[in-house]
């Protein structure tokens, strides 16, 4: 794999990991705090 291939791979997990912490705040200011708890989980697992 090419430099700029893992170069655009990291900005794309980037991207993910920006829009699942977004998530995960709304969740929380809309009080459910399970589903704001296990969309991070998820975004923790998506990277191991």
Not at 19 to 45: C, H, P, T
């Amino acid at each position: 794999m090419s430099h700029e291939n893992y170069t655009s791979e990291i900005q794309a997990n980037l991207e993910r990991a920006d829009k699942a912490i977004k998530a995960a705040e709304k969740l929380l200011s809309d009080g459910y705090f399970d589903f704001a708890a296990s969309q991070l989980m998820r975004l923790v697992v998506s990277f191991m």
